[in-house]
């Protein structure tokens, strides 16, 4: 069975940072991404950045860049998402999620709240 879990949301100053950890289990090859989206109630969920666990291969949204970095330690089934210079509007429910090179689907985690407020 596959399972995500996140951890590591709270409550965080703006400017501040904070590192999200998402934890794999049940997969049985590192052909996949693992993939950060966040949402805002009432708003679509938006992707904010993701990582192919077989080749490291990054990408960000443009909200991420230059502020967000995701790292991978395949030997903790971990991907971590490394957040500074946080804003307000960073706000939001932060969900890992993982698809497989071989399925257009995704496997979700449960969610993580991060907030940013003096």
């Known amino acids: 069975q596959l399972q995500l879990v996140e951890s590591g949301g709270g409550l965080v100053q703006p400017g501040g940072s904070l590192r999200l950890s998402c934890t794999t289990s049940?997969?049985?090859?590192?052909?996949?991404?693992v993939a950060w989206f966040r949402q805002v109630a009432g708003k679509e969920r938006e992707g904010v950045s993701c990582v192919h666990i077989r080749d490291g291969k990054t990408m960000y949204e443009d909200a991420a860049k230059g502020r967000f970095t995701i790292s991978r330690d395949n030997s903790k089934s971990t991907v971590d998402l490394q957040m500074n210079s946080l804003k307000p509007e960073d706000s939001a429910v932060y969900y890992c999620?993982?698809?497989?090179?071989?399925?257009?689907?995704?496997?979700w985690g449960q969610g993580t709240q991060v907030t940013v407020s003096s």
């Open positions: 049940g997969f049985t090859s590192d052909f996949y991404s």
């Open positions: 999620a993982a698809k497989p090179d071989s399925s257009s689907s995704y496997y």
